[in-house]
């Protein structure tokens, strides 16, 4: 099927079913979800990305520029500054799930290979591990504070272990029932968390003060503008999250929707979070040089604020938890075909669970964050600048049937390039990301060999981004891609090479092929 990047017209190309029932447990996994169930619209796209972040995960991320040691003022600065700039990077990466209807790790198959696409399934499954362990920590600690100062219980490894599994279990059932779970959640994180953000103003209006300066002598790395850049880069790292994960969601929304429709969608998603991310920031000045913001602010809060607190942070740990987990299920089970959905949901919920434990309880949360996010970022951004110019030169043109050779454990198509691994795309990636990671400034975890020729001030993103739009124009440049992945209108900025078009046969020693036979046969039983 062609796709051709001209449709812009609002009517589906077929007719809908009903939306699926909240309770049902969604039966679709990788595979190209017909045109039929594609019942969501851009405004769920912007309701998942707002409520997915709305919540006490991103909460803390805004907390950091205070944690480094910036003023009030500069702090909202930097955050407004890595919002945007990340969402810059990220409003492309929901125009390839409408096209493809799978999600973006399996539709980077056309820009890595087939097979080379596991490179996306890898960096999803980083970010699911790190913001689900975010969202289970902010709103277990939020739990264990309100029952200390309400219950008068006592705080313990043991009580915060009890509470992380709570919260970390219900996740996952949320996730094993699929999507529209995920989006009543969100709707009710949405509301819950921004009134909770509004009443703040009443909770701390005899507390909080703009005029908060710790001095030059807070600043973590020294200088002003290497930490505002660290904290800039933390704050990045919430939009360049949903990088893998876009695609999980706007594959439910009509391949006809209009590509600024879905741009705006993850525009105005993205901007939203500012509300949690300046919540985080004025409150950190309040609770500032407390080595546990949530437990802190809780103490900090007047009572009937904090009952609300723990209310909301338990609806939002569920609502970022979900939006982390779900995508990572949904591709794990194509990498290891003998997995379902739900198993493999499962399968990562409980690795997840087990770093949380390790890297909650017996490691520094500050600087175990700060480095995960900052190589997310450092990873994760290069793939979606060569996603974004891959869009560009094929002109928004994918093969679905042969994105899914790999998942149905065939090979040949469009995509298998060499072996499955289209090396332009691959050594672009592995390029960016290795230069990348040679100028970050994480300590003290992550310290690049080149990091200090940014005179202390962190050049990763600058260094990963420019690398990966250089490395992969000069590989198509230098080495043309086959005219067949280009479709009727041909190649955008680039030329193509005359490669015949390998058949799709099917692999019959491959597990996917196993897999599928297996199920083939029990549906004609």
Do not use: C
């Amino acid at each position: 099927m062609t796709i051709d990047e001209h449709r812009d017209s609002d009517t589906p190309t077929a007719v809908l079913n009903a939306r699926p029932k909240v309770t049902d447990i969604e039966t679709h996994g990788i595979d190209t979800i017909p045109h039929p169930d594609r019942t969501s619209t851009w405004l769920d796209l912007l309701r998942i990305q707002f409520g997915g972040a709305n919540t006490f995960a991103t909460v803390l991320l805004g907390t950091f520029p205070i944690v480094l040691g910036l003023s009030f003022w500069q702090a909202v600065v930097s955050v407004v500054a890595g919002v945007l700039v990340g969402t810059v990077f990220l409003m492309p990466m929901g125009l390839f799930g409408p096209r493809t209807g799978t999600n973006n790790a399996v539709s980077s198959g056309a820009f890595f290979g087939v097979r080379g696409r596991v490179v996306g399934s890898f960096l999803s499954l980083l970010t699911a591990i790190a913001f689900y362990s975010i969202s289970v920590w902010v709103s277990g600690d939020a739990l264990v504070g309100a029952l200390t100062r309400l219950a008068g219980v006592e705080d313990s490894v043991g009580l915060r272990t009890v509470v992380y599994a709570v919260i970390g279990v219900l996740v996952i059932v949320v996730v094993i029932y699929g999507f529209q779970f995920m989006l009543l959640v969100n709707k009710t994180a949405v509301i819950a968390n921004t009134a909770l953000i509004l009443l703040a103003f009443v909770a701390f209006s005899g507390t909080f003060d703009a005029s908060y300066n710790p001095g030059p002598d807070a600043l973590a790395l020294g200088g002003f503008w290497p930490t505002f850049v660290a904290s800039a880069l933390i704050v990045m790292s919430n939009p360049i999250s949903f990088g893998a994960f876009l695609g999980d969601w706007s594959r439910y929304i009509p391949e006809s929707t209009p590509a600024r429709k879905l741009l705006l969608a993850t525009f105005l998603g993205q901007a939203l979070t500012l509300i949690p991310f300046l919540f985080g920031v004025a409150t950190a000045t309040i609770v500032a040089g407390q080595a546990d913001y949530v437990f802190a602010l809780i103490q900090a809060s007047p009572i009937w604020y904090a009952v609300l607190l723990m209310a909301v942070a338990f609806i939002g740990g569920l609502s970022t938890g979900t939006t982390s987990l779900y995508g990572t299920g949904l591709d794990f089970s194509s990498v290891v075909p003998r997995f379902s959905r739900v198993q493999a949901t499962i399968a990562i919920g409980v690795l997840a669970f087990l770093f949380i434990l390790t890297g909650r309880l017996f490691f520094d949360l500050l600087g175990a964050v700060s480095a995960f996010i900052g190589a997310i970022i450092v990873t994760t951004t290069p793939w979606m600048v060569i996603m974004a110019i891959g869009f560009i030169v094929r002109r928004g043109h994918f093969s679905p049937r042969d994105l899914q050779v790999f998942n149905k454990g065939e090979i040949g198509g469009a995509y298998w390039f060499s072996s499955g691994v289209n090396w332009r795309g691959m050594v672009a990636w592995i390029g960016a990301a290795a230069i990348g990671l040679m100028f970050a400034n994480f300590p003290p975890v992550i310290v690049g060999p080149l990091s200090a020729l940014g005179g202390g001030m962190d050049l990763s993103l600058v260094t990963a981004v420019v690398s990966a739009a250089v490395l992969y124009l000069g590989a198509l440049w230098i080495f043309p891609e086959p005219r067949s992945v280009f479709g009727d209108n041909g190649p955008r900025l680039v030329s193509a090479s005359d490669v015949p078009l390998q058949e799709i046969v099917t692999d019959h020693s491959s597990t996917a092929a196993k897999v599928h036979a297996k199920a083939a046969a029990r549906r004609h039983l």
